[in-house]
């Protein structure tokens, strides 16, 4: 099969892949997705087990740019966008032997016993201190100077945790927390920073910016069911092996086989949205150089594991949910508390826990098989959550990310670099995905609306 009529090629039905074709369907542009597996979505999928609904992806996002609620405004009817329960806006953090609430307000931070009192006192001077001139300091370094080590350890580290599954240490400001990074270079200070930004009159952008945590009403799938009917299935190709593109004259040309048939396609764009360990193999044209430079990326290795119970007897989970800080050296990240901020999660009386291990600091815990993993997990639980001996779980599924998270450590900056040379280089080719750009849910949607932009003036 081959086909030169096509005007964009998608690699990739993941969010980003998905956002990108909405809006080029929307300006009546052809395009065709080529994906690997046998199903849309990418890291996105949801289950429906037992009276329990889970994901074994992302089980949220964050309201963190405005091309998040564009998106579903254009879904309206078709999606039901579900906002986190604010009753259960509570954050908890483990310390010794208990958990402990992640302070709100200033009273609260005074009050809290996570934070060294030499460090609140040295969170009055903060506003004082001077800016960082180093653009490849790391988060650690970044927190030490100008809050303390009681603050890094206990809020910037588990914090840190729980969006990268990462390492402060390893992690640079600029890129893998701009905002932060941006608070302390426009402002001068975290703290007169957030109180200028307070009170600054927003654009239209910034107030559809809410910071809202969010998820779909009967899980995210629904969200990529969505899309996926806005764009018509005749526009996806699945079970793709084997895929090689190359520029061809001023178009490209896309080789690869689906369900045993060979197929070529050719096309004017090219949007990548696979990780960066995909690129070398997609694109035989780069140099080794050019791959080396983008391949250079840390994947954090994840386990994430849905817990249910049908009948909850445990610690009242009234919490967004849990992290526990590297310091603590326990066997799990955290546990968002499902059942408590998202409706229909778990039967009435029950609940359902979404359990994370590994990360870039024990990324061996992986490696275990599903029973081992089950009694590690069984016996936090227990202890952090005060589960009644003799009451098992109804509900427990391992789910095993190799490539979770990108960290966006040292060698970004030349990954990012190399990246817009081989764009400029090969115009109408764009290197996208998590590569650059962020990591969460909403990172992808905008990296995908602003790609389709671009193609479509």
């Known amino acids: 099969m081959s086909n030169k009529n096509g005007s964009v090629i998608i690699t990739g039905a993941g969010l980003t892949g998905l956002t990108t074709a909405f809006y080029l369907k929307k300006a009546g542009i052809n395009f065709t997705i080529i994906e690997k597996k046998g199903r849309p979505g990418g890291s996105i999928k949801t289950y429906k087990e037992k009276g329990f609904i889970f994901e074994s992806g992302p ?47 200033i009273k609260d931070g005074v009050k809290t016993p996570l934070f060294a009192w030499k460090d609140k ?146 096309a004017k764009y090219v949007i990548s949205t696979t990780g960066a360990h995909e690129i070398p193999n997609t694109f035989p044209f780069l140099n080794q150089k050019e791959k080396n430079d983008i391949t250079n990326l840390t994947y954090a290795k994840v386990l994430q594991v849905a817990v249910g119970y049908k009948n909850w007897r445990g610690l009242p989970l009234k919490a967004f949910g849990g992290l526990i800080p590297h310091k603590e050296k326990r066997n ?58 003799g009451d098992e779980p109804d509900l427990f599924k391992v789910f095993k990310h190799t490539h979770a998270i990108p960290q966006y450590s040292i060698t970004t900056e030349q990954r990012l670099k190399r990246v817009k040379k081989i764009e400029k280089q090969f115009p109408g080719l764009f290197l996208a995905g998590n590569l650059r750009d962020g990591i969460g849910m909403a990172d992808r949607i ?12």
């Not at 091309?67 to 986190?84: H, I, R, S, T, W």
């Open 332 to 389: 799990i990240l955290g546990i968002q508390f499902l059942s408590s901020f998202l409706s229909g999660r778990a039967p009435e009386d029950g609940a359902l826990l979404s359990v994370f291990l590994g990360g870039v600091r024990n990324p061996e815990i992986t490696e275990k098989d599903d029973n081992t993993i089950k009694e590690i997990v069984m016996q936090e639980l227990k202890c952090m959550l005060l589960i009644p001996e």
């Open 59 to 105: 089980n949220t996002g964050v309201v963190s740019h405005a091309e998040v609620q564009d998106l579903f405004d254009n879904l309206k009817g078709e999606v039901e966008f579900e906002p986190a329960n604010k009753k259960a806006k509570r954050r908890l953090i483990w310390k010794g032997a208990r958990w402990h609430d992640l302070p709100g307000c």
């Open 121 to 266: 006192f040295k969170l009055l001077l903060e506003p004082f201190r001077k800016k960082g001139s180093n653009p490849n300091e790391t988060l650690e370094a970044l927190v030490k100077r100008r809050m303390g080590a009681s603050f890094l350890n206990y809020a910037v580290d588990p914090f840190v945790i729980g969006i990268y599954a990462g390492d402060p240490s390893k992690l640079i400001t600029r890129h893998a927390l701009p905002k932060l990074y941006q608070l302390e270079q426009n402002y001068g200070s975290f703290i007169k920073g957030g109180i200028k930004k307070a009170f600054k009159k927003k654009d239209e952008n910034e107030r559809k910016a809410t910071r809202t945590m969010f998820s779909v009403k009967g899980g995210l799938n629904n969200l990529i069911n969505a899309l996926v009917k806005f764009i018509g299935e005749e526009n996806i190709i699945y079970n793709c092996e084997n895929l090689t593109i190359y520029p061809e004259n001023r178009d490209y040309s896309a080789s690869f086989s689906s369900n045993g048939e060979e197929k070529k396609l050719f």
């Open 446 to 457: 905008r990296q995908g609306t602003i790609i389709a932009k671009k193609i479509t003036g």
